[in-house]
């Protein structure tokens, strides 16, 4: 069960759960190309050797471990909105978790990047009456989550 399905009040409705973007991958994704590319040159340049093994396993192994990082902390996150409160938790044994009544919310700020924009992503941060969300990094559509927010 998740965590946002377990604190639900009765009679509260979830309107949208949020959802890092999928740019949590970006290491993984940039050691898979570094690896490639590395490969493609020692190819070339000394033919088949056991460098290029070794390479190809050493760049096999870091992207696995940083696709399976990845994943975890995309696994690990909720990020919700209900007709009450906004609910944000992250983590797995060392939790960490931010709630805040949808009457104490004053603003809601959307950051994105010129690369943020064209891949749909960016910071939220959630503004509140005598608090504020730490910001919430990496969501995927951030205005969508800001428009389920601000519309009471």
Not at 62 to 72: D, E, K, N, R
Not at 94 to 116: C, F, P, W, Y
Not at 123 to 143: H, K, N, Y
Request: no cysteine; net charge positive; hydrophobic share 50%.
């Amino acid at each position: 069960m998740s965590y946002v399905r377990s604190v639900l009040q009765p009679g509260e409705k979830v309107i949208m759960i949020g959802r890092l973007s999928w740019i949590v991958y970006h290491r993984a994704i940039f050691l898979l190309v570094v690896g490639i590319i590395l490969i493609v040159l020692a190819r070339i340049f000394w033919g088949e050797t056991v460098v290029i093994l070794i390479m190809a396993a050493l760049f096999g192994a870091l992207t696995i471990v940083s696709a399976f990082q990845g994943w975890f902390v995309r696994w690990t996150t909720e990020i919700a909105v209900t007709d009450r409160r906004v609910i944000y938790k992250r983590g797995f044994i060392n939790r960490h978790t931010i709630e805040m009544n949808m009457d104490k919310v004053a603003s809601v700020d959307v950051d994105q990047s010129v690369l943020g924009r064209l891949l749909n992503y960016g910071t939220v941060t959630v503004q509140g009456t005598g608090m504020s969300f730490e910001p919430l990094r990496r969501i995927e559509s951030p205005l969508s989550l800001r428009n389920a927010i601000i519309a009471k």
